[in-house]
């Protein structure tokens, strides 16, 4: 209870933006708000080149071997750090054998213990940042941000849920009934049992985001945890399990209750993790392929999927078309488009669209958003800072590909950055297509490429898109309409497809950014994944409860 005492402050402020879903994070949001940043930053520049170029040093069961094979997408050059290979049933094992203590914890402790893991997260997001760069591909902004302060406010909001789920229930009860003439008196015990060993797949592009909350969400509850990263971006998460293992191990707690499991692209063991006999819950981000596959065959693990679709755009009208544009051209460059909310179908009526009382005809709106993109994508630091890097060579692959399958906006090109000369760096790829294109454009295109679909009116735009969304999964949406008929038909019909709806958002915010504590991140409603960031169903079911019952005064 001390930690949870020291901790409780914070956490009630949390529980607080939680039920009222306005503005919270206890974390300064860039590194140039933080007070002695500078110096931080240059500290974590000289150990994350110390950790480069040998083995990570990382005490865990059942160590086999050695892999590793990152490559920076800064300067594509392999970061050189090989770490520990476990064998698959020890990590079970050994989580199995931790959890029987940390199970007969409280809640409250088990939840100040993750809160002090929290303060220690903290303490090193410079360094995680440089991981998350040199890995996932990120610019130093958004992994600073995104991956660091935003990733800390969804950990602290899965605990928050998982609190709440395990306080509606008293540890005991008193009953009383009449049965006939008798009154029968019982006294009442609940317990919260964890399911069991958590495995939670991190992906390469984002793994810090989902990876932190689906960890807390588990380890609240009572259950250990294996992180299985994805191999082209393990230095964040191994940095995340020791810093886990070192806070539990600090406070008494086996730290084996965290641990980490790695493979190869040659060698994946990412079904035989799913398939294992001990695996309980199963958290996965990451491919919609892989992610349907989790799905269909977790059983009889509970699982939560994250994956992607297609995000959609319905243009109808507006007030201000270039702060729609501009809006658009963002966030269609943020990260290169390597985040599952990116906006990636953009369906347009024949007509155009309406300006107040003028009509601005598709072609000229085609030719404004791709001027608008290619603004970005050629000012080298403005790219830099906005685009980053691309994590993946088979990126590069899809986007050649692409291009020559449908009529091109706005062609894809290498753009220079400014500071490191050999990044894996591409512009964003514009095609203009007809809505019989379905199959070009239907399902996920990861990475920079965006499609402006031909539609009869705007009820035709907003039909089609809704039933991309029904058929291959979208995360989020966004809608521009100054019709309030038009817009509630929208409403209506995203909810039904299950995707989150933003309406005529303009300005500096990215389109697709998600609040902690606010936005819930999917529905769970379409293809696109199982599960929402964060709401009491990502957390209740990892628990179940149990009950004894005796007669009163028996004991």
């Known amino acids: 209870m001390e930690l949870f005492e020291k901790h409780e402050a914070r956490f009630n402020a949390a529980r607080k933006a939680c039920k009222g879903r306005f503005h919270w994070s206890p974390f300064p949001e860039a590194a140039a708000q933080v007070a002695d940043g500078e110096a931080l930053n240059a500290e974590a520049e000289q150990v994350f080149a ?10 865990l069961p059942g160590v086999v071997g050695q892999v590793g094979d990152e490559v920076s997408p800064y300067t594509c050059k392999p970061l050189g750090i090989s770490y520990p290979r476990c064998d698959p049933d020890e990590l079970f094992n050994a989580a199995e054998a931790a959890m029987p203590e940390w199970a007969a914890l409280t809640p409250e402790q088990r939840i100040g213990l993750l809160l002090e893991v929290i303060d220690a997260l903290e303490k090193q997001l410079f360094l995680v940042s440089k991981a998350v760069m040199h890995t996932a591909g990120q610019s130093p902004n958004m992994s600073f941000t995104g991956s660091g302060a935003n990733a800390l406010d969804r950990a602290i909001e899965a605990l928050v849920y998982a609190y709440e789920a395990m306080r509606f229930t008293p540890s005991t009860a008193h009953w009383e009934r009449q049965f006939g003439k008798a009154t029968i008196s019982l006294d009442k015990t609940y317990r919260l049992v964890p399911r069991g060993v958590a495995v939670c797949f991190t992906c390469a592009s984002f793994p810090t985001w989902n990876a932190w909350p689906s960890m807390m969400a588990s380890l609240a509850t009572g259950n250990p945890v294996i992180v299985k990263p994805h191999p082209g971006s393990v230095l964040p998460m191994a940095l995340s399990v020791k810093c886990f293992r070192e806070v539990l191990a600090a406070n008494g707690q086996n730290p084996d209750l965290v641990t980490l499991q790695l493979d190869t692209r040659d060698q994946p063991l990412g079904k035989i993790l799913v398939k294992h006999p001990q695996t309980a819950i199963v958290d996965f981000t990451g491919s919609a392929q892989f992610g349907s596959w989790v799905e269909q065959n977790a059983h009889p693990a509970l699982c939560f999927t994250e994956t992607a679709g297609v995000n959609t755009v319905v243009l109808d009208s507006c007030k201000d078309l270039d702060a729609v544009i501009r809006a658009l051209a963002t966030t269609l460059c943020m990260f290169s488009a390597q985040m599952c909310t990116s906006p990636q179908n953009i369906y ?5 669209v309406r300006e107040g009382d003028t009509w601005i005809p ?3 709106v085609r030719q404004r958003l791709a001027d608008a993109v290619q603004a970005i994508a050629s000012n080298p630091r403005k790219a830099a800072m906005i685009l980053a890097t691309i994590q993946s060579p088979e990126t590069e692959t899809l986007l050649d590909h692409l291009a020559g399958q449908a009529e091109v906006m706005l062609a894809s090109t290498r753009y220079e950055h ?17 809505k019989q294109q379905r ?16 539609c009869d009116d705007a009820a035709d735009a907003l039909q089609q898109a809704t039933q991309d969304v029904r058929d291959a999964g979208g995360l989020t949406a966004f809608l521009y309409s100054t019709d309030e008929r038009f817009i509630a038909q929208a409403e209506q019909a995203y909810a039904r497809a299950g995707s989150q709806l933003t309406i005529n958002l303009t300005g500096p915010m990215p389109l697709n950014f998600a609040a902690a504590y ?15 960031l964060t709401e009491l169903g990502f957390v209740a079911q990892r628990f179940r409860i149990t009950q004894s019952r005796r007669p009163s005064g028996d004991a």
Not at 50 to 59: G, P, Q, S, V
Not at 518 to 532: Q, R, Y
């Open 518 to 532: 606010s936005d819930f991140h999917v529905t769970g409603l379409n293809p696109a994944g199982n599960a929402s």
């Open 50 to 59: 110390a950790l480069c170029n040998k083995h990570f040093e990382l005490d």
């Open 348 to 352: 347009l009526p024949k007509q155009g």
């Open 362 to 364: 598709g072609g000229e």
């Open 418 to 434: 400014p500071d490191y000369p050999n990044a894996r760096t591409r512009t964003p790829l514009m095609l203009s297509v007809k």
């Open 439 to 454: 199959d070009l454009y239907l399902g996920e295109r990861f990475g920079p490429v965006s499609f402006v679909i031909d």
